[in-house]
């Protein structure tokens, strides 16, 4: 894929998959039954008055509209704020929202929430590319 080549959800998608596969720290979601849908938007998003750029992001979806929406999770990658990213900065950009799934296994049944940031980002990030990766 070249770093100017439109992203679609489904090569969204696909690198998702692998990582899950590849990634040690996310084995958790590759041995449960989590469901995870994956967006793409044309729009830009930007939080604090307009002064951070948001890549993506990694939303819960309600128990009450699971009935529509037979996903447990949504991440969302804003197209226009990483049409300069390389690759490797998009499989990075994944690899974080990915680390937002968080699953409690100890009940009966799987139980879902949204893991927050230990710091702006995730410490095995930082440890392999850097607080500033995406850069």
Do not use: A, M
């Given at each position: 894929m070249n770093r100017h080549e439109i992203r679609r959800d489904k090569d969204i998608a696909k690198i998702s998959?692998?990582?899950?596969?590849e990634k040690a720290d996310l084995s958790e979601i590759k041995n449960s039954n989590v469901k995870i849908g994956y967006l793409t938007s044309?729009?830009?998003k930007k939080t604090g008055h307009g002064i951070k750029t948001v890549f993506a992001d990694c939303r819960l979806v309600p128990d009450n509209m699971q009935w529509i929406c037979h996903y447990h999770f949504l991440?969302?990658?804003?197209?226009?704020?990483?049409?300069?990213?390389?690759?490797?900065?998009?499989?990075?950009?994944?690899?974080?929202?990915?680390?937002?799934?968080?699953?409690?296994?100890?009940?009966?049944?799987e139980k879902y929430f949204l893991v927050p940031h230990d710091i702006e980002e995730f410490h095995e990030i930082i440890e392999k590319f850097g607080l500033n990766w995406s850069d």
């Open positions: 998959r692998r990582l899950i596969r044309q729009e830009e991440i969302t990658v804003y197209l226009p704020n990483i049409s300069e990213f390389t690759d490797e900065q998009l499989e990075i950009l994944l690899w974080h929202e990915l680390k937002h799934i968080g699953i409690d296994c100890d009940s009966d049944e």
